[in-house]
């Protein structure tokens, strides 16, 4: 055989054995052991797991549970999160989570507490997802990891996710996609103490409440006072400056939606307090 014959075919065995290579590292079998980041479906991202899998995302409500509170996050506070995907016939599964605030920005810190079915992802390890050996499961597959709460202040998180369930042809085709997110408030009457000035001198009732709020003072003066309604993000709700001060004051609640609310009262004699829960 001549140089020429030898380096035609040493020429097709190289094209061949990187056709190959890159078929091994397509799409359709690179994702097995995670997605790259920002795949969650979150507005932050602008992507799911439909820029490599064909087919429509579908959202999905209840995906995504916590052990939070219903008062919402303490900061600094870690709590479990658990994410699980049921689809009948299909035993290969794979996700992609982040906590975010609706622009994209990270809210709080993801920990692994599964490390042979879960990693951190992202330069700022924004993002938990599968690994290879997290995607096995006959009808459903659940993973858990942790979630430690942002700083006081930080407002409500958004834990945003997307799920695959996958046919396994080994093709990016016929997998099912959803997406599904969940709601954490920020637990705003935490680190306000009851005690602040005169709050021992103010009464709330009934609470919960429904179309009424009645504030009663043990210490009625002639000094006016200041109402003030936030939710639990911090939004401000209702105002009532200069009230006239008596004993049993009623406050309509009828155009609150239903929820959990801290009441703030001023006067002279300081600052109070008060949480409370409109249904």
């Keep these: 055989m001549n140089i020429y014959?030898?380096?035609?075919?040493?020429?097709l065995a190289l094209a061949v054995g990187t056709i190959c290579i890159s078929d091994l590292l397509s799409p359709a079998h690179s994702n097995a052991g995670g997605p790259p980041s920002g795949k969650t479906g979150s507005p932050g991202d602008g992507s799911n797991c439909t820029g490599c899998h064909s087919g429509v995302a579908t959202t999905s409500a209840g995906l995504i549970t916590s052990n939070v509170p219903v008062t919402g996050y303490i900061p600094g506070n870690t709590y479990t999160i658990t994410a699980t995907i049921a689809v009948a016939g299909i035993n290969k599964y794979g996700?992609?989570?982040s906590p975010q605030g609706t622009t994209g920005t990270q809210k709080g810190t993801l920990v692994v507490t599964n490390a042979t079915e879960t990693k951190l992802v992202g330069t700022t390890a924004k993002?938990?997802?599968?690994?290879?050996t997290g995607t096995a499961g006959m009808g459903s597959k659940t993973w858990t990891f942790d979630w430690i709460a942002p700083a006081a202040g930080s407002g409500n998180a958004i834990l945003y996710g997307a799920f695959n369930a996958a046919n396994g042809n080994g093709t990016n085709s016929g997998d099912q996609?959803?997406?599904?997110?969940?709601?954490?408030q920020e637990n705003l009457s935490i680190g306000i103490s009851e005690m602040v000035n005169n709050s021992d001198h103010w009464v709330i009732y009934?609470?919960?409440?429904?179309?009424?709020?009645t504030i009663s003072s043990i210490l009625l003066d002639n000094e006016n006072y200041n109402l003030e309604i936030v939710d639990v993000t911090g939004k401000q709700m209702k105002v009532i400056t200069n009230e006239t001060p008596y004993q049993h004051q009623q406050i309509d609640m009828t155009d609150l939606p239903n929820g959990i609310y801290v009441l703030i009262i001023d006067s002279k004699k300081g600052r109070a307090v008060k949480k409370f829960i409109k249904e």
């Design 95 to 97: 996700f992609e989570i």
């Design 5 to 11: 014959k030898k380096t035609i075919i040493s020429s």
């Design 177 to 184: 996609i959803f997406l599904s997110s969940l709601l954490i």
């Design 206 to 213: 009934p609470n919960p409440c429904k179309e009424q709020l």
């Design 127 to 132: 993002y938990i997802t599968h690994k290879s």
